[in-house]
């Protein structure tokens, strides 16, 4: 078995333990005669890995019983249209913090719905950095203000939570989710596509305070509203059940890891070793400012695209697949999520050193 090092910024690297784990209970699962693949959602066998994967999360990261965890569909992009339909009711006005394609595209899709504000945006400097922000910024009466915490594009990381007051924080974590602490209890709302730190494609999970369900705009779809999932216990239809249960996988994983703070320690770890290199080399440079970097995305570039062009086809000859930069920006982006060992990350960069020295 050969396997590469994955760069992908998502769908991208899961665990190997997981895949082990799933390949080993692909045909039997737990004793059932069955996949989880072939399971009736409604079957106990098929509850009890649902109710685990709710349970593992609660645990690892600490969320409040004041809080519902939801396993929906339609991706982090369909809670563009389920966050203003559902938390915007009240005002029907919500700010945005546009710090990239995905920032933008929520806020497109907040204005379908709402009056919608721009509050800040890093746009004139290709969200190299992230705008100061605060509660002085916000319009009165917002019923909302929603963030991109990490920002899988450009690369850039809320290091320091924004300080906005008793306002409601809706927070796009894609990209970071179970990669560091968060204290669920400054956020409304948490939501995050399961294909970078949890598992598949296919399922999307949201966090979300109880009191800010059951007030969507009346026209909102029965399957856009959080009420509908929240009090079916995210089986009002059949929900991506396989996608599901490889997240109970990676959850456990975590857990049995040391759990989030260990986690992070590695991430930390891992970033600095990349970050390192970056900031010494005289051929590749990151396109982040020092004090916005991620730990989970690191965009670069060298000074020629011809450059660029070949060490990704290098790289990928030499199993580090994935490097080439989001097809809006170019250059070079290293994705190094939970599942990225270590040494993948020190291979890469063993790699560009090489590199730099044969293409001086
Ligand atoms: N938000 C962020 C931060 C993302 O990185 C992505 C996908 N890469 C999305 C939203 C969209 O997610 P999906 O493809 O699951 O709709």
Redesign the pocket.
Known sequence: MSRVYNFS??PSMLPLEVLERAQKEMLDCNGSGQSVMEMSHRSKEYQAIIDDAEALLREIMNIPDNYKVLFLQG???TQFAMIPLNLGNKNKKADYVITGQ?AKKAFAEGKRYLEAHDIASSADKTFSYLPKVDKSMLTPGADFVHI?Y???IYGTHFNTMPDFGDAVVVS?M??CILSEEVDVSKFGLIYA?A?KNMGPAGV?VVIVREDLIGNAMEFTPTMLNYETHASNGSMFNTPPTYAIYICKLVFEWIKNMGGIPVMHEKNVKKAKVLYDFLDQSSMFKGTVVPEDRSLMNVPFVTDSDELNAKFIAEAKAKGFVNLKGHRTVGGMRASIYNAMPLEGVEALVAFMKEFEANNK
Do not use: I, L, R
């Open positions: 910024a998502g991706g982090a992009s995905w991109t990490n920002n899988t796009d894609s990209s596509g294909q999307t």
